[in-house]
C-alpha cells in the first residue's frame, strides 16, 4: 500500500476535449510527479511540483498542465486532447527524506 | 535518445532459480537507482533503490549491483518464484524526483 491513490481508473474522451486527471497522497509527501505510460514503454517524466510550485518539466506541450494543494492532492490537466495522448497515467508521491517516490496506480485515458 | 536501457523485452526463469534483470545507462550524472515492479492494470511498486556511492544493496530475495564504470546495475531475485511474474523497470535520476524509465522486462517464472 503506497498511500497514493488516483481518480478516474478509466476514462473516455474524444479529439480536442479536455480533460483532468487527480491525484492524492499522504502527510508528508511534499514532491508529486506525474507520468505518461504508453503501451509497451516505461513511464515518461511529465513534470513535478514541490509544495505547490512546478519544479521540473519533461518534454510535454503546454497543453499538459498540473496543480498541486496543499492538502497533498494534486491534478493534470491535458488540453486539446490528440489520439496519442491515450496512454496510462501515473502519479508518484515522495517526501523530502528520502529519493524514492511511489506511485498510485493510474488512470487509463483513452482519445477516441 | 534512451539513456536508460533494457535490451532484453522478456525473461523466462524456472521456479526457483536465480532471475536476472539488466539496465544499462548511459548519463553519468544519474546518481539513484531504482528497480519497480508492475502487474497489469496496477501502477509501478517500488522494489530496490541502489545510491551511485554503494555497488551493492539487498532486501530479503532482491539484490541490485550497480558497475559505474561499466553504466550497467541488475537486480537478481533469488530464488524465483511464481508470484514475481510481471514487468520490471529499472529508473535513474540525477539527484531530482525526475526518474527516467527503460522500457521493461517481462519475466516469467515458470512453476
Known amino acids: 500500500e503506497t498511500g497514493v491513490t488516483q481518480s478516474p481508473t478509466h476514462l473516455i474522451k474524444t479529439r480536442g476535449q479536455q480533460v483532468t486527471l487527480r491525484c492524492s497522497s499522504q502527510?508528508?509527501?511534499?514532491?508529486v510527479s506525474w507520468y505518461q505510460q504508453a503501451l509497451g514503454q516505461g513511464p515518461q517524466f511529465i513534470f513535478q511540483?514541490?509544495?505547490?510550485?512546478?519544479?521540473g518539466r519533461g518534454n510535454f506541450p503546454p497543453r499538459f498542465s498540473g496543480l498541486q494543494f496543499p492538502n497533498y492532492s494534486s491534478e493534470l490537466n491535458v488540453n486539446a486532447l490528440e489520439l496519442d495522448d491515450s496512454a496510462l497515467y501515473l502519479c508518484?508521491?515522495?517526501?523530502?527524506?528520502?529519493?524514492?517516490?511511489?506511485f498510485g496506480p493510474g488512470t487509463r485515458l483513452t482519445v477516441l | 535518445d534512451q539513456q536508460v536501457k533494457q535490451n532484453s523485452p522478456s525473461l523466462s526463469v524456472q521456479e526457483g532459480r536465480i532471475s536476472i534483470l539488466n539496465c544499462d545507462y548511459t548519463?553519468?550524472?544519474?546518481?539513484?537507482f531504482l528497480w519497480y515492479k508492475k502487474y497489469p492494470a496496477e501502477g509501478p511498486t517500488f522494489l530496490i533503490s541502489?545510491?551511485?556511492?554503494?555497488d551493492k544493496n539487498e532486501d530479503g530475495r532482491f539484490t541490485v549491483f550497480l558497475n559505474k564504470s561499466a553504466k550497467h546495475l541488475s537486480l537478481h531475485i533469488v530464488p524465483s518464484q511464481p508470484g514475481d511474474s510481471a514487468v520490471y523497470f529499472c529508473a535513474a535520476s540525477g539527484g531530482t524526483y525526475k526518474y527516467i524509465f527503460g522500457t521493461g522486462t517481462r519475466l516469467k517464472v515458470l512453476a
Open positions: 508518484a508521491a515522495g517526501g523530502e527524506s528520502t529519493d524514492t517516490q511511489y
Open positions: 541502489i545510491s551511485s556511492i554503494k
Open positions: 548519463n553519468s550524472m544519474f546518481d539513484y
Open positions: 511540483y514541490y509544495r505547490e510550485e512546478e519544479n
Open positions: 502527510s508528508g509527501h511534499n514532491t
